[in-house]
């Protein structure tokens, strides 16, 4: 492949910061620079949060809830058009998914329906235990609607924020800072990365305490090992949060990269079939990868069409997430919807939106779509 969808960026800073890391022999996952990424975060998410440094964001999912006391008795009602990463934790407690749709004017999940179902679901008395929206492409779910109705119905809310640091809601509210928790993601593919890693977000005290119990294997206060519980080897390494340090000083450089690569293949394909994803009023959103639709029957032409050209030229696209309630793994799992997440899988393609690409190559990518175009358009 010569142009990806999205690589690892250093600043160049990093590897300073790993020395350092090296220098104090913490060489494990605990240690000055784990505590002082964790601090980094929490200064930039600019609110009254915790932050536990984990080895993934799947990790941070799995540990969020099962603190919110998610067992196997239990629904946990989540966007059905996210990653793997974003559900299989669901699967770890046993839990059984209720996968809802996603709003059309914003590619997030869908609150009016969520409503409606919460309130068909409190009558029958059969709540779920979490519900878990994800910040897709990088854009901040509807925080305010999810935080009421989370709060009328007693149930816990765990953002999915994986693709959306560097993000914000509205009045400039930083996204990963929803809900009871939200969790974050420093795999390789992300806006900042620490090669692997997450982090648990949360207002509450004791959930940060509890995470970190949880990450570290559940050991009671002993002088031997006791445990009343089982736990999890889940915490970040002191020298992946080194590199983490690097990379939190050109967070919104990189943002700033990655909305402008969205802004110019906005400006140079957007015509009569092509729609962009869209930015409701008053949000930030990353653009984690720049995502758009394709109507074939208004531009003689399919997503899969353009993604095939492009991987002849060893260009990387991709389809917009399968949505779950599709997948072989969750059949006849409920969903409640229109399709619209099933619309933007069959026609929705990511395309290369590293913040490392250069402007020439980003020219390539949009010389060949638009070349595809004019040739088999109607
Ligand atoms: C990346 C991602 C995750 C999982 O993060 P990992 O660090 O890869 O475990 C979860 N949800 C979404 C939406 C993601 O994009």
Known sequence: MRIYLSRPHMSGREEQRVAEAFASNFVAPLGPQLDAFEASVRDYLGADVYCVGLSSGSAALHLALRIAGVGPSDEVWISSMTFAGGIFPVNYLGA???????????????????????????????????????????????????????????????????????????????????????????????????????????????????????????????????????????????????????QMEVLDIRVARRREIFARYKSALSRPGIAFMPEPEGLHTTRWLTALTIDPTETGVTREDIRLMLLEHKIEGRPLWKPMHMQPLYAGAPYHGAGVDERLFANGLCLPSGSDMTDEQQDEVIGRVLDLLDAKGN
């Not at 910040?135 to 109705?149: H, R």
């Open 96 to 246: 059984s998914p209720r996968f809802f749709d996603l709003d059309p004017a914003s590619w997030t999940l869908d609150t009016a329906r969520l409503a409606e179902e919460l309130a068909k679901a409190s009558s029958e008395n059969r709540l779920p235990k979490a519900i878990v929206p994800t910040d897709l492409y990088g854009q901040s779910a509807d925080l305010v609607p999810l935080e009421a109705l989370a709060e009328q119905y007693g149930v816990r809310l765990i953002v999915d924020s994986a693709e959306s640091l560097g993000a914000s809601y509205k009045n400039g509210r930083k996204a990963g800072t929803g809900g009871d928790a939200a969790i974050l993601s420093f795999n390789g593919n992300k806006i900042i990365t620490t090669s692997g890693g997450g982090m648990l977000v949360t207002r509450h005290k004791a959930w940060a305490e509890k995470a970190n119990f949880l990450a570290t294997q559940a050991r009671d206060p002993a002088p031997h090992y006791e445990h009343s519980t089982y736990g999890y080897n889940y915490r970040l390494s002191n020298i992946c949060a080194a590199i983490g340090l690097g």
